[in-house]
């Protein structure tokens, strides 16, 4: 979809619905690749997508977990603005 939309327009929210969508395929990508106990690496494979580099560093769990929690945070906004469109 191109353009402008507003809250009050039937796209708006089938926009907004997209950007979940995209945006959760690279949470997606992370569940995928991570190990069954949960454990990540610093990196992936750009051609593989599989882990490399440093195994358990702080910063890629806190990096899933704030991206996971904005990801509520977003999606709350989402189902208010589409009840008041409703």
Do not use: C
Not at 42 to 47: A, D, I
Not at 62 to 68: D, E, K, L, Q, R
């Amino acid at each position: 979809m191109t353009g402008r939309y507003t809250a009050d327009q039937p796209e708006f929210n089938d926009y907004l619905t997209d950007m979940f969508k995209y945006a959760d395929s690279f949470l997606n990508v992370i569940r995928w690749h991570a190990t069954p106990e949960g454990r990540l690496s610093e990196q992936f494979n750009k051609y593989s997508g599989f882990q490399r580099g440093a195994r358990d560093l702080t910063w890629s769990y806190g990096s899933f977990t704030s991206a996971a929690d904005d990801r509520e945070v977003a999606k709350k906004a989402l189902l208010r603005v589409m009840a008041v469109a409703a």
